[in-house]
């Protein structure tokens, strides 16, 4: 299962054994996020629209530049993120994570995957990679599904929950 970190003992083969322990959590929470604007290459914090926060790069389908000092943070759905879909629409990652983007059933997911995403990319949980999390999004949203290993799959609250788990 991911985030387990198990060891073998040096005991000969038969006498040996394995543990599996907990890593440290050290994912941050979809409002830890949501309040900082120091986010992980390749990612921009910056809102959409009108409300958008001063001073950051805008960022469009072909790279970032500046228009005007306001910002346009990294697109929920773009091929930065790889995060599929138009749940979200024109949303950035920060929009859905301060809860400002309309999602439906998918709202608070998107919240939980847009926080791992930013885990994965600063580093702060090595057992869950950016891959990861995209096709956790992309299979639950075209699938209904996660399939963790093959005949166990998770259902959008199971992936939140597990998704919690790595982050404190």
Known sequence: MFGKVCTASTQGTLGGSVACT??????????????????PAPYVC?????GATQGFAQVSPFGQSSTGGISQGTPYHSSTTGLTGT????????DVLQGNARGGTYKTLG???AAA???AAA???PFLS?????KMWN????????????GVRWTTNQIIAYLRTTMA
Not at 22 to 39: E, H, K, N
Not at 46 to 50: M, R
Not at 139 to 150: A, F, K, R
């Open 22 to 39: 907990q890593p440290l959590v050290r994912g941050r929470l979809p409002g830890y996020w949501a309040a900082t604007t120091s986010w």
């Open 46 to 50: 910056g809102g959409s629209g009108s």
């Open 87 to 94: 749940v979200f629409g024109t949303h950035t990652l920060l």
């Open 111 to 113: 919240k939980y995957i």
């Open 117 to 119: 995403l930013l885990n």
């Open 123 to 125: 580093g702060k949980t």
């Open 130 to 134: 950016q891959a990861s999390v995209q």
């Open 139 to 150: 299979d639950d949203l075209t699938l209904g599904y996660y399939e963790v290993t093959p």
